[in-house]
């Protein structure tokens, strides 16, 4: 990692990505927010994923959103996200927002996957410790496990925020009808749920009628996971596939298969959409997805500084005409 001492940007908050309010609660997130799930791991340039997280700050991105599990290997982006706040950001822990989540695999045995008060209570020690922190501004359920009593699960993040080791809580990609529960219940024990966490792009809209509204009716903020569809939404597979994208690799969550003809040629008219609107695919959808007053922010993936500034650029025209969204629900 680079050397150098790290003075964040001045105009950091007035020359920034934005914020809004999280749901009914007086926490605001940046618009944009930076997820670790990839580039931040041990097999990855350390160099790069300083300046990416530098780069962010300066532009007033407070949020940075990891897991137990993310990295290569597992941990390894919390480990080397937390030497970097120590080595360059110790003066500013207060100016971040920090979330990690639990509730997919993580080590071997019964006990390292699920949403068992076990498993979580152990995954946030874990995650504290990786990062050298005293508590997560955010922790989350990963994802509902139906063999978990749900009051075992809610119970679990409550008591975190109890304990003072988290101080708010959210769930991701839960179904409705257990969201609903999920939100009664965190109420019920004082502690009411700040944010959902689920997958939305122009191409993923079912949401829309289900979990946003349910989350709008109850007061609790949404973020965005995957606004770019895992770069469908750009114009990487426009003539073909590269050979280092995700499409390229069968173990990737973006397989071959999904680039259909038709997918293509949808990704095409998007494309001159975007290019008629003065900016790329991956701007003109990441704008999309904060256009709905409901989506308080969304997470991006970058591998490089570059990326991550071509995002933020998104923000430089956030509006849709009519015709503009009716063009994109069409193309969906």
């Known amino acids: 990692m680079a050397k150098e001492t790290y003075t964040p ?12 309010n999280c749901g009914k609660s007086g926490l605001k997130l940046p618009r944009i927010s930076l997820g670790l799930w990839h580039n931040f791991g041990d097999v990855d340039d350390a160099d790069e994923a300083l300046k990416m997280i530098q780069f962010a700050f300066d532009h007033g991105i407070t949020h940075f959103d990891l897991a137990n599990n993310y990295g290569t290997p597992f941990g390894s982006a919390e ?45 946030l020690e874990q995650s504290l410790k990786r990062m050298q922190l005293d508590y997560v501004d955010i922790f989350y359920s990963h994802r509902y496990d139906p063999n978990t009593p749900l009051e075992e699960t809610m119970s679990a993040l409550s008591d975190m925020v109890k304990q003072g080791k988290a101080l708010y809580v959210g769930i991701s990609k839960y179904p409705t009808d257990v969201a609903r529960e999920a939100y009664r219940l965190l109420r019920a024990n004082g502690t009411p749920c700040l944010i959902n966490q689920d997958r939305y792009n122009i191409f993923t809209r079912d949401i829309e009628q289900s979990v946003l509204a349910l989350a709008e009716e109850n007061g609790v903020g949404f973020i965005a996971f995957s606004p770019l569809a895992q770069g469908m939404l750009s114009d990487k597979y426009l003539n073909g596939i590269p050979e280092n994208s995700r499409a390229a690799h069968s173990y990737g969550f973006l397989q071959k298969s999904q680039l259909t003809p038709e997918k293509i040629q949808q990704i095409s008219q998007l494309n001159e959409m975007a290019i008629q ?11 999309w997805c904060l256009h709905k007053p409901q989506v308080n922010s969304v997470i991006i993936g970058t591998s490089s500084v570059k990326q991550l500034q071509d995002n933020i650029e998104a923000l430089k025209n956030p509006s849709f005409t009519n015709d503009e969204l009716w063009r994109i629900g069409e193309l969906g």
Request: no cysteine.
């Open 277 to 287: 609107r003065g900016q790329t695919l991956a701007q003109m959808a990441l704008a």
């Open 9 to 20: 940007a001045s105009d950091r908050y007035t020359n920034s990505v934005g914020y809004n």
């Open 79 to 123: 480990t080397n996200f937390g030497k970097m706040l120590k080595s360059h950001f110790a003066g500013y822990r207060d100016e971040m927002i920090i979330s990690s989540k639990a509730g997919h695999i993580m080590w071997d045995g019964p006990y390292g996957d699920g949403g068992s008060r076990k498993y979580l209570m152990a995954s």
